[in-house]
């Protein structure tokens, strides 16, 4: 069964304190990995697509790789703008459109 | 554009009753979504239309749910009759590309429904 998870489930970073988020994924081949951004009370906002292993994507202080197994979302010197909860979800080549979402990490950025 | 719209965006109703749901996706996408998100479960697909043809629901969780899109401008998501467990936040969201494109989704705001 296709599966995404997410860790941590929260974090907590001082401002300019830079870190990563994972997500894992098991999926029976996949056609694409995708980074959304929900703030609250708000629908998730797309960031990224990862194709293939090796693959980077920037934005701002975000960059997102992609492994075989995994995706990471490193945040660099965040500032308190950048809390929200960040979802990962996967399509896989077999599900033709449809796309599964992980838990979600909530990131709280102190000033 | 505006963006997806849903409406209403809060809805406060009673175990028993019927819920109706609305959203307008983006002109010119041809993929709509509907999903549900709990602090339990997360975000989950409920049912997608392409070319307003429903194209997979097995994410529906009983037949008291259903969804309809008679235009490529509007569809619906009906709740007959509610159940306290119901009670979530309702997303719809389009795109325009289909395959590993489709990843890429616009979301609406979302209705919050609360069943009592």
């Known amino acids: 069964e296709d599966q995404v998870t997410q860790s941590p489930e929260a974090l907590r970073l001082q401002e300019g304190e830079s870190s990563s988020l994972n997500c894992s994924y098991t999926?029976?081949?996949?056609?694409?990995l995708f980074w959304y951004r929900q703030d609250p009370g708000k629908g998730p906002e797309f960031l990224f697509t990862?194709?293939?292993a090796g693959e980077e994507k920037e934005k701002e202080r975000l960059k997102a790789t992609l492994t075989k197994k995994e995706s990471f979302l490193h945040i660099t010197a965040p500032k308190p703008e950048d809390s929200a909860t960040y979802l990962c979800?996967?399509?896989?080549?077999?599900?033709?459109?449809?796309?599964?979402f992980g838990p979600g990490t909530s990131l709280s950025v102190i000033p | 554009d505006a963006g997806v719209i849903q409406s209403p965006r809060h809805e406060v109703t009673e175990m028993g009753q019927e819920v109706t749901l609305r959203c307008k996706p983006i002109s010119g996408h041809d993929y709509l979504f509907w999903y549900r998100q709990t602090m339990m479960r997360g975000l989950e697909l409920l049912i997608y239309?392409?070319?307003?043809?429903?194209?997979?629901d097995s994410g529906m969780p009983e037949d008291r749910f259903s969804a309809k899109m008679p235009n490529a401008s509007f569809s619906t998501l009906k709740i007959q009759p509610s159940e306290p467990r119901d009670s979530a936040v309702y997303f719809c969201?389009?795109?325009?590309?289909?395959?590993?494109?489709?990843?890429?989704?616009?979301f609406g705001p979302g209705t919050r429904l609360t069943v009592l």
């Open positions: 999926v029976s081949g996949l056609r694409g």
């Open positions: 969201a389009s795109s325009f590309l289909s395959g590993a494109g489709g990843g890429e989704q616009f």
């Open positions: 990862l194709y293939s």
């Open positions: 239309f392409n070319n307003n043809v429903p194209i997979d």
């Open positions: 979800a996967v399509q896989a080549a077999t599900s033709y459109d449809k796309v599964i």
